[in-house]
């Protein structure tokens, strides 16, 4: 299997722009989880979905901040308008609902966002 | 807030040397486990501890938990250059899913 791919890897935008994050989780995986991680901050978690249902969006940081999940294989995470405090890493990741490796969680390569 | 908090937040050691990281947590847990995370890169998934469980090895690794003091340890033995890396403790509690609270990291660098 390929991992968890994330793209773009690099993002450079201007305060204001729209900003989409994509997300192909690895294949019959029921979870997926986006992250964000700063220095000061560390790693958070803003959202995480289910077989496509949101369950727990409490570290979305506004509403500024959505996603969306419309298959098994693809998620989004759009910010907009973005602000220069957005910048980071955000991390897709994705991990199994049963058997003996049920919580270990397979991150992607992470997307850097910098908004000037 | 983050759940974890690791010490130390940072460690540098010799090659061939044994590294020990923290990590303590506040509340109770189903599972701790533990991630690498090389620079610019994602997580990577090491070792999960159960919380019936107080001690478990994967090669050069040692986890030891200890829940009446909510904390973990993770021994890295006869350390080498490649382990230069962020090691991360989580922990997933009953009830929540596969959500995972990962701690603040702790910053190892391996010199030769």
């Known amino acids: 299997d390929a991992g968890v791919i994330q793209s773009p890897r690099h993002e450079v935008t201007e305060m204001g722009q729209e900003v989409t994050l994509r997300c192909k989780p690895i294949?019959?995986?029921?979870?997926l989880f986006w992250y964000r991680q700063t220095m000061m901050r560390g790693l958070e978690l803003l959202i995480y979905f289910n077989n496509n249902v949101p369950i727990d969006d409490s570290g979305m940081p506004e509403d500024r901040f959505s996603a969306k999940m419309p298959n098994a294989s693809f998620s989004t995470l759009k910010i907009q308008p973005s602000e220069p405090r957005d910048s980071a890493v955000y991390f897709c990741a994705s991990s199994l609902q049963s058997g003996a490796k049920k919580y270990e969680q397979y991150f992607g390569p992470g997307t850097r966002l910098t908004v000037t | 807030s983050q759940q974890g908090e690791e010490d130390p937040q940072a460690l540098s050691i010799q090659e061939g040397e044994n590294a020990t990281m923290n990590c303590s947590y506040k509340t109770s847990i189903n599972n701790l486990q533990w991630y690498r995370q090389n620079s610019g890169r994602g997580l990577v998934h090491l070792i999960l501890i159960r919380s019936n469980e107080r001690e478990k090895h994967s090669g050069r690794l040692r986890v030891t938990l200890d829940t009446s003091k909510k904390s973990s340890s993770l021994l890295i033995t006869a350390s080498r250059a490649a382990d230069t890396a962020s090691y991360f403790c989580a922990t997933d509690r009953t009830g929540g899913g596969n959500k995972l609270t990962f701690g603040t990291g702790t910053q190892l660098k391996v010199e030769l």
């Open positions: 294949s019959g995986h029921d979870y």
